[in-house]
């Protein structure tokens, strides 16, 4: 099992980024995938997540700014970040969890928002 997270970098206070996440050695449609994010010295927390089926959840703090998407066919799940805030700087991993409660994880992308 191999998630590999991409799209990461340092952008301005009101940007944009969009990551992306390939999966591989697992059945990618079959999964919720969640995007969660650590910030130094912070908890993780879960931003975004999509079922198999397309439906979406999202983080109060992350509402209205981020959107999660993905592409079966592509074994990709990606998240489109806009107006980005300084509070979103972290590093932000893709995961998902099997019905045996096992957690996969990606290596992570450094997002900073900055001026």
């Known amino acids: 099992v191999q998630l590999v997270e991409s799209g990461g970098g340092l952008v301005q206070p009101g940007g944009s980024l969009r990551l992306s996440c390939a999966g591989s050695?697992?059945?990618?449609?079959?999964?919720?995938m969640n995007w969660v994010r650590q910030a130094p010295g912070k908890q993780r927390e879960l931003v975004a997540a999509i079922t198999s089926g397309g439906s979406t959840n999202y983080a109060d703090s992350v509402k209205g700014r981020f959107t999660v998407s993905r592409d079966n066919a592509k074994d990709t799940v990606y998240l489109q970040m806009n107006s980005l805030k300084p509070e979103d700087t972290a590093v932000y991993y893709c995961?998902?969890?099997?019905?045996?409660?096992?957690?996969?994880w990606g290596q992570g992308t450094q997002v900073t928002v900055s001026s």
């Open positions: 050695g697992f059945t990618f449609n079959y999964y919720t």
């Open positions: 995961n998902f969890k099997t019905m045996l409660l096992q957690n996969y």
